[in-house]
């Protein structure tokens, strides 16, 4: 009953924002060339992605807690292929399945600052996919405006009805397989950030 709720009310909310895309010809192009990326969002902005901007199908790491329990459920329910494990518990089986997933052209979503943060830091989970895969990684800001922010460690964003809502593209990261891994974890950080600021601007306006 839990997951077919929040099915329902993910779905239902999403429907009553006015939703705008920007650079999604870098998306575009990076799937014609890839078949398959690596998505990647702050933990805090997942709401809409999970509500319906973001693309069926895609493989979503949902932590192995009862919460990811019935987060998976109502993702399945949603068009995504929930895959289980987090950085503090099975993410080495997790990331695993989703380079396999990779390989056969399903693209897959992580948030690099979840489960549990710290906001806004970017863990090395992305990165390594990104490398092992061959394919790159998006980095998607996300926001909406009215909106409520909750009283949580990522601050997490649910539009109100009737927002404006923005998902900014960003330029596409290819991590080369043999790479000091490091470098790319603050680029991706710093990209992230970058597409973030660049939503929150557009519905300010």
């Known amino acids: 009953m839990g997951a077919l709720l929040g099915a329902a009310i993910l779905g239902g909310s999403s429907r009553l924002v006015r939703l705008k895309r920007l650079h999604v010809e870098r998306e575009t192009e990076a799937l014609a060339v890839h078949g398959a990326v690596v998505y990647a969002f702050w933990h805090g902005r997942g709401w809409l ?38 950085s503090s518990r099975g993410g080495r089986e997790g990331l695993a399945e989703m380079e396999r997933g990779l390989a056969e052209g399903r693209s897959a979503a992580i948030t690099p600052d979840g489960p ?23 980095p998607m800001g996300i926001a909406s405006r009215p909106a409520w922010a909750m009283h949580s460690w990522d601050a997490f964003q649910i539009p109100k009805p009737g927002a404006r809502a923005v998902v900014v593209y960003g330029e596409p990261i290819a991590v080369p397989r043999e790479a000091d891994l490091e470098p790319w974890r603050a680029r991706l950080e710093s990209a992230l950030n970058e597409v973030e600021a660049e939503a929150d601007r557009e519905v300010a306006r």
């Open 116 to 138: 549990r943060g710290p906001r806004h830091h970017a863990q090395i989970g992305a990165v390594v996919l990104a490398a092992r895969s061959g394919k790159p990684i998006v």
């Open 49 to 86: 992605i999970a509500g319906g901007a973001g693309r069926k199908g895609t493989a979503v790491l949902i932590s192995l807690s009862e919460d990811g329990d019935v987060m998976a459920r109502a993702a399945q329910r949603l068009g995504f292929h929930p895959v289980r494990g987090s």
